[in-house]
């Protein structure tokens, strides 16, 4: 079954102390990236990648980092996760940018205390 | 002012009533997608459209390029529409933007 597989689905973590939350698609799509989900806010891109080893920023990238060393995985990661962090994340994928169909991971939902 | 504009907000249903909802977007796309979000979170894509009108079921969804605007139609509305609906394009530099989405109730 094509998917995204997100992993953890919710997670409650302290201040300061170091995360990752992992992505993977078995589609063999080429762009992957991150969002996250605030009320009243909507989605935001944090991170997005084109191919292996070739990310780039979206709107709100401050405070996460990711890597893209295979081309199934896209970890995000939040080195020193802060109170503001604490949202929905969603991982996408979609064969290329743009014009593909884009399918999305179950989610991820992260407090930060 | 947001690049991507959706309305309603919020819309209330009864069943079997023919549902519009608009996206309006001020950047250059190469694509618009419409989503679907059910309670407990999980994002579904509808369509995707560069061009004209695709339709899937019970639900249509067109596009003007020229006008800057996509609407999404669901004729014979059911409560298991009841979801929120987002409007997301794909800019010029490779980033999908989002509409705040619209929350759709369709009442028995």
């Known amino acids: 079954e094509a998917q995204v597989t997100q992993n953890p689905r919710y997670l409650i973590t302290v201040t300061g102390k170091k995360l990752t939350v992992t992505c993977s698609q078995n589609m063999n799509h080429e762009y992957m990236s991150w969002y996250r989900q605030d009320p009243g806010l909507g989605l935001r891109q944090i991170y997005y990648?084109?191919?292996?080893?070739?990310?780039d920023k979206g709107d709100v990238p401050e405070g996460y980092k990711v890597s893209r060393k295979e081309k199934r995985n896209f970890p995000l990661i939040l080195e020193s996760p802060s109170p503001n962090q604490t949202s929905l994340y969603f991982c996408a994928s979609s064969l290329w940018e743009g014009m593909t169909e884009a399918f999305f991971g179950q989610g991820t939902r992260l407090t930060v205390v | 002012k947001n690049e991507v504009e959706q309305s309603p907000q919020n819309l209330t249903a009864q069943e079997g009533e023919f549902i519009t909802i608009n996206c309006s977007y001020s950047?250059?796309?190469?694509?618009l997608h419409w989503l679907q979000q059910h309670p407990g979170g999980g994002i579904v894509s509808l369509f995707m459209l560069s061009s004209g009108k695709k339709k899937h079921g019970r639900l249509i969804a067109t596009i003007n390029i020229q006008e800057k605007h996509s609407s999404l139609h669901i004729t014979a509305s059911h409560p298991r529409d009841s979801a929120v609906y987002i409007c997301?394009?794909?800019?010029?530099?490779?980033?999908?933007?989002f509409g705040a989405g619209t929350r759709l109730t369709v009442k028995p």
């Open positions: 950047v250059g796309i190469s694509a």
């Open positions: 990648s084109m191919n292996v080893e070739v990310t």
């Open positions: 997301a394009v794909w800019g010029s530099n490779n980033d999908m933007r």
